[in-house]
């Protein structure tokens, strides 16, 4: 599968956690057009030195599962709240299992008030 991340990614308990939107998949060797949002869990490794920023595009396995509904009643209904925004299914990567792309796809703007916003924050 062919993702372009359109979320910054956020750290939390050894993951990358980011919105992804599917541009194509493999299939037969050839690869084909295809649209979605997927949900992304990219495992951390300390040893490379990439991370993954809004706008990069990323070949991963196309295995995905569903987001789970809440079991509890009252519960915050997570897979609700991914529907809102037309996600319904997530995958979680192995820090070996992705290949980046050297193409930034993203809007230059968002890209630009990301980058400033890490910098303020450093300060």
Known sequence: ??????????????????????RGVYAEGLAKKASGKINVYLEIDSLSKFIPTYGNFLIIPARYNPIEPSYNPGEFDYKLFMENRQIY???????????????????????FALKLRKKLIVK
């Open 89 to 111: 299914f997530q995958t979680f990567i192995k820090k070996n299992q992705f290949r980046v792309l050297p193409v930034n796809m993203g809007n230059p703007a968002i890209g």
């Open 1 to 22: 599968m062919i993702l372009n991340i359109t979320s910054e990614p956020l750290m939390s308990s050894g993951n990358y956690r980011f919105e992804a939107e599917v």
